[in-house]
């Protein structure tokens, strides 16, 4: 726990807008106090927004109403006014992006050091999953490092004071875990891990003191799940904000919201509307699944004075000062024939629509696979974790999001399959713990089982198992089912995928019709049988990016990419490969070129 | 022989091999011209070195065949954004080279009045008083001096790209995606057809416009030996700041250069010994430090500033950096390259393409073509570089 953020104080003064986005310069209030929302905040020219002395710009400009529409990603380069007015207005759209100034910046010390760190195992990542297997691999002996971006370890669980399922109170189990680990091995705090460079593997600290250079046997990628802002009309709305970041607002920091709504109900959305409503907030529920997700906890939601709106979609929304006003509907699935619409006015809407951190095995060319039982996009990998480059191996959520009780035995077995490498453990050992594993899997919900089964067998996307179209999006608030795509793209203009470079779903959705030669695609012939649709090719995310820049803020894509994916793969039914993604580039997290320069 | 085995088969007046840049305006100034086009890439349009670049222009060359066709293919790229409905952003910051040698300076200052100002282009020589004066953010320890082209400038590269991709797609251009060249069929000593990977096209004329690849590929497929060699080079964008570098600065001893986008984000690299061949697009730690060390020392405000991406991507070298256009007569009939155009593709292409299409339909070479066309690695009329540094 560090200092209170100056961001509480705003909060509780009622002021959600902290931030003003680059582009339109709205007020863009996605909050997310998290070490992976670095580069989101500067994109707007906003640093450390989340420590007690942030840095603002100082001067924040807005493009005026009606020219909007000129300034959006889509049309702005296709404007014949823009073209012919270009020689006397690109100075002043230069000058109007929200951007900090090069002095405004926060310093970085010139003594930056560049340090080598080396050790058998190299663990990104000191939640749940990382600390598991430092545990176990400190156990047979190796040396063992953990780089970890913020300044505690434990991740998620840290603030979980819910009962999680085999391991009792969240925040105990973890905090004992932690304990255990800092006496056995090192651990690197405030440390973001940036990837891979042909000739070295770095890092560096958020303090700016230093760049760290790695060198290890094995590495293991333990980043976990990262919540993702929510997509529905009037999401740019400043009151949206993740799990973690909300949970650690009220229990650390003391902001107090009346009523909130969380979005996501699986496994985490549902702990983090418990943990509200063990603190007395006013908690809504709400998914567009069926049913609540979360087969763990479901039973839990009612008794804990939650409200649900299970089977819903967001169609608008507006802040109306005292609060953000939701209206929602129930499904338009072929079932539903009751219309069902409600409001709700809250404080704050919560995403708990998680995707695992995918960046690290994406930068090293990692097969990225579709699999909706284990959280959308994942790295292909076998039951040990091993991601089939050599010595890297990914571990609890961000190989596919799974109970924490399974990342535990996870964990193990990631473990002792190094441990059989080394020749320090036998085979039948290993063998003993995967069977346990297994069983762990299938008995707790046989299709992961099955899914892991498939990516270490390389059967999917082949005749044995095609990778299956997408049936819902989590992230997209708005169209829980194929039906209500069609409703949902009507509100596209006001839905934003893109935070960095305000990037709407309408923008994407015109960069394909160019992409595609003018080609209207009509989501409702898609989604029939005619021959037109199963010939027709959507455009890859890479050209996308190069119509309308998505995923090139200096988020990289953290907020975007995942969920644009799966968007249009849901509207376009398509199989997400199809679609695939961006080139995941280095670093994780931008550097300062005083820190790559090192001090003389 | 191939035919039949392609899962599309068509005819076409000509194929291009290659959807940057230069494939995209060849493709459609042929079908400007009313012939029928189809276009491969082994890739994605414009996935090779054409949205790998700065995104840079500049008039000024090292030698007089290369300056020449500079200033007429400015004109024209700067002409883009009307001529093809997409914005490319165009704008004039200028090129500013800094000197640390006397020489150096000196081999400027005679290039200026022997080629440059003749042509009507003249640089501006700056003392460092006028240096600190005019970009004051710049550290002028050990430099001696700088020279500014005024009429250099800058492009959106991916907007142009578009352009051409729509325009082409407009007029019935075919674009093949991931779509390698496989097999070029000749018959009695002229092309029949180009097969790639799943598409067969009978045609009498194909243009290869492949960039880095070009090279290998016509050798393989032709055993044409053009001396185009790809050399990999990275490059690196900041997160973007307020207007900072108000011009395109490249340290002409270090290798430096850095400039800044539109969009506020400081681009540039350093260019190091090496990187021959088809390396993988990777990047190196030796190369980000040094780039940063050099930035940092230039330009002592950029310390404070964060690299958001680096990304790495292949110059299409000749032996005398610059390209090559037309054919020879002992290739096969309909044959011609478009190519090698040594780090310069994307502001010379569009209007090469433009000669490339008058000498295939109309036989017309054009004065400011001749230079470049092929045979001057058979007579060793290479084109000399008289920039020394």
């Known amino acids: 726990m560090s200092k209170r953020p100056w961001i509480i104080e705003e909060l509780n003064r009622g002021n959600y807008g902290v931030m003003r986005s680059s582009r339109y310069g709205e007020t863009r209030g996605f909050i997310c106090c998290e070490w992976w929302c670095e580069g989101y905040w500067a994109s707007s020219g906003y640093y450390n927004l989340c420590g007690d002395k942030p840095t603002r710009p100082s001067k924040v400009s807005s493009v005026p109403a009606p020219f909007k529409g000129l300034a959006s990603p889509s049309s702005f380069p296709r404007s014949r006014l823009l073209i012919l007015l270009w020689p006397f207005i690109r100075e002043r759209i230069r000058s109007s992006l929200n951007r900090i100034s090069a002095n405004e910046l926060p310093g970085v010390m010139a003594t930056a050091v560049h340090t080598k760190v080396s050790t058998d195992v190299l663990i990104v990542g000191g939640g749940v999953a990382g600390l598991s297997v430092a545990k176990e691999l400190a156990k047979l002996g190796f040396k063992v490092v953990i780089v970890e971006g913020e300044d505690y370890l434990g991740g998620h669980l840290v603030i979980d004071d819910t009962e999680v399922k085999d391991l009792g109170r969240g925040s105990e189990f973890i905090g004992k875990l932690s304990k255990e680990v800092e006496s056995l091995v090192t651990v690197y705090r405030g440390v973001i891990f940036d990837g891979f460079l042909e000739d070295a593997v770095i890092g560096h600290s958020r303090d700016f003191t230093k760049l760290l250079i790695f060198n290890y046997r094995y590495l293991v990628l333990a980043q976990g799940f990262r919540e993702v802002p929510l997509v529905f009309p009037g999401n740019n709305t400043p009151r949206m904000m993740t799990g973690l970041t909300i949970l650690k607002f009220v229990k650390w920091w003391g902001f107090k919201p009346r009523r909130v709504l969380v979005w996501g109900s699986d496994d985490w959305g549902v702990r983090v509307a418990m943990n509200l409503a063990q603190l007395g907030v006013e908690v809504y529920l709400g998914d567009n699944s069926v049913t609540i997700r979360s087969d763990l906890y479901r039973d839990k939601v009612a008794s804990s004075g939650i409200r649900t709106f299970i089977g819903m979609n967001i169609v608008d929304s507006k802040d109306t000062g005292d609060g953000l006003r939701l209206v929602l509907e129930n499904l338009r699935g072929k079932k539903a024939k009751i219309r069902r619409r409600e409001e709700v006015t809250v404080d704050v809407i919560v995403s708990a629509a998680r995707i695992p951190v995918i960046d690290l095995p994406a930068q090293l060319n990692a097969q990225i696979v579709y699999a909706p039982e284990i959280g959308g996009l994942t790295p292909r990998r076998g039951f040990t974790g091993d991601l089939g480059l050599g010595n890297v191996y990914v571990v609890g959520d961000a190989g596919g999001l799974l109970p924490e009780h399974l990342i535990v035995r996870q964990a193990r077995v990631t473990a002792m399959s190094i441990g059989v490498k080394e020749g320090l453990i036998g085979q039948d050992v290993l063998d003993r713990e995967l069977a346990e594993f297994k069983r762990d899997l299938v008995t707790t919900n046989s299709s992961y089982y099955n899914v892991i089964l498939r990516f270490e067998q390389g059967l999917q996307g082949s005749g044995y198992y095609a990778e299956p179209n997408v049936n819902y999006v989590p992230m997209w608030a708005t169209a829980g089912t194929v039906e209500d795509v069609e409703n949902a793209i009507k509100s596209a203009d006001r839905q934003y995928l893109c935070f960095c470079e305000d990037i709407t779903l309408r923008d994407v959705i015109e960069a394909i019709k160019v992409l595609m030669h003018g080609k209207e695609v009509k989501v409702k012939i898609l989604h029939g049988e005619e021959e037109e649709y199963k010939s027709l090719k959507i455009p890859s995310m890479e050209r996308i990016k190069r119509v309308i820049g998505l995923g090139t803020g200096p988020c990289q894509g953290k907020f975007c990419l995942v969920s644009t994916n799966l968007i249009l793969s849901f509207i376009y039914q398509k199989k997400p490969n199809e679609i695939g993604l961006p080139r995941i580039r280095f670093p994780e997290s931008p550097i300062p070129m005083g820190v790559l320069a090192g001090g003389e | ?389």
């Open chain 2, 1 to 389: 022989m191939s035919e039949g085995r392609g899962l599309i088969s068509l005819s076409a007046d000509a194929v291009v091999v290659g959807a940057g840049i230069v494939g995209l305006a060849v493709a459609y100034y042929l079908a400007r011209r009313g012939l029928s086009v189809v276009v491969f890439d082994k890739g994605y349009v414009g996935g090779g070195s054409s949205t790998r670049n700065a995104g840079r222009y500049r008039v000024h060359f090292g030698n007089r065949e290369n300056t020449e066709f500079a200033i007429r293919a400015i004109r024209k790229l700067e002409s883009l954004s009307n001529e093809l409905g997409w914005n490319g952003i165009f704008e004039r910051p200028g090129y500013l080279w800094l000197t640390r040698r006397k020489e150096v300076l000196e081999s400027y200052e005679r290039l200026n009045e022997q080629l440059w100002k003749p042509l009507g282009i003249p640089v501006q020589i700056l003392t460092t008083d006028e240096l600190k004066d005019r970009f004051p953010y710049i550290n002028t320890k050990g430099i001696i001096g700088a020279v500014f082209g005024p009429q250099d400038g800058a492009f959106h590269h991916d907007y142009i790209i578009m352009g051409y991709y729509t325009k082409a797609l407009d007029l019935g251009v075919k674009i093949f995606e991931f779509s390698e060249v496989k097999n070029v069929g000749i018959e009695s000593g002229r092309v029949v057809s180009v097969s790639s990977s799943g598409v067969f096209a009978r045609t009498r004329n194909v243009v290869f416009a492949a960039g880095a690849w070009t090279g290998e590929l016509m050798r393989e497929l032709l055993g044409i030996d053009l001396p185009i060699r790809p050399v990999r080079r990275e490059i690196g964008i900041t997160e973007p700041v307020r207007p900072l570098i108000n011009t395109y600065i490249i340290d002409a001893e270090t290798n430096l250069y850095i400039g800044q986008t539109m969009r506020g984000e400081i681009l540039g690299s350093i260019e190091l010994e090496g990187g021959e061949g088809f390396l993988p697009y990777g990047n190196t730690l030796s190369w980000l430090t040094a780039w940063a060390r050099e930035a940092v020392k230039l330009i002592p405000s950029l310390r404070n500033i964060r690299v958001m991406r680096i990304w790495s991507g292949y110059y299409e070298m000749t032996p005398d950096h610059s390209h090559i256009m037309g054919r020879l007569d002992t290739w096969p009939e309909g044959v011609y390259v478009l190519s090698g155009f040594s780090g310069h593709g994307f502001m010379f292409g569009p209007y090469a393409a433009e000669l490339l299409v008058k000498y295939m339909l109309d036989g017309v070479v054009d004065p400011l073509m001749k230079p470049f066309l092929p045979d001057r690695f058979i007579t060793g009329n290479l084109i000399k570089e008289l920039l020394v540094i």
